[in-house]
């Protein structure tokens, strides 16, 4: 019995050294990969610059990521401009679309680069042409602008009904993350109250521009607005309301 005992207890032994080598054995993969980059290296219609590619997470790590695309006048950095924040779980692939407007001839550089889990990956550098500026019209109006702790808000209006309109903020204070959006479309004399998502490195009162158009360039406004927080109350009403919000649709 004294044998057998002993017997069983090297076994036992022997299994949960097994288990615990496989339990280090097993790591956590972080990885992305792109999969069909376009973008269009000639603008010539007024459009603007568009750069498309799926973003696929083949690793064992969930995160969150987005795609920031920096353009260039030979060396000299022109304008930084960022998609949305996305969730990627492990095998999951997301489509982003990220929108420069374009308002100068002449050849350009941009640089796109994907940032994930406290990581950046590289996806290209490439050349463009913007042979002719067309002006869009403009039939777009910007009201109420607001700036909360995290987002900045205002009411938009038409006077036409249109599809496929890009609101994208340029000249966001350097170190900051903010965020570009797309509307699939808008009615006449609709008003649409539109919410961007800014990430400050420091805070400080700035100044941004709020550039809408429609995806073929043939409609579009530009507007400055400062960036100054609204006041203690104004955040908590706005903080409520969101909360609010989001838990009404447990209901």
């Known amino acids: 019995m004294k044998i057998l005992s002993l017997i069983i207890v090297i076994l036992l032994l022997q299994s949960v050294a097994y288990a615990q ?35 696929s997470n083949i690793g064992s790590v969930g995160y969150r990521a987005r795609v920031r695309l920096n353009i260039y006048n030979r060396t000299n950095l022109l304008q930084t401009v960022w998609s949305s924040e996305e969730n990627l779980p492990p095998g999951i692939g997301y489509h982003f679309n990220v929108y420069y407007p374009v308002n100068s001839e002449g050849k350009f550089k941009a640089r796109v680069r994907v940032y994930y889990a406290n990581e950046i ?20 109006y910007i009201t109420n602008f607001r700036t909360y702790k995290e987002e900045v808000e205002f009411n938009l209006r038409s006077n036409e009904t249109l599809e496929n309109i890009l609101i994208v903020p340029t000249n966001c204070p350097t170190g900051w993350v903010c965020e570009q959006k ?9 008003t ?17 521009t709020i550039n809408i158009f ?34 009404s649709i447990f209901l």
């Open 214 to 247: 429609t995806e073929d360039g043939k409609y579009g406004t530009t507007e400055t607005f400062v960036m100054k927080k609204v006041g203690f109350l104004s955040q908590f009403l706005h903080d409520f309301s969101k909360l609010f919000k989001d838990f």
């Open 192 to 208: 649409k109250k539109i919410s961007l998502f800014y990430n400050p490195s420091l805070w400080k009162e700035s100044g941004i």
């Open 21 to 55: 080598f496989i339990g280090v054995g097993v790591s956590e993969v972080l990885k992305t990969e792109v999969l069909g980059l376009e973008y269009n290296s000639l603008i010539e219609n007024g459009e603007p610059l568009k750069v498309s590619f799926e973003l």
């Open 121 to 140: 990956e590289e996806v290209k550098s490439f050349d463009f042409q913007v042979k002719k500026i067309i002006s869009p019209k403009n039939t777009f």
């Open 182 to 190: 797309k509307l699939d479309g808008i009615k006449e004399n609709e």
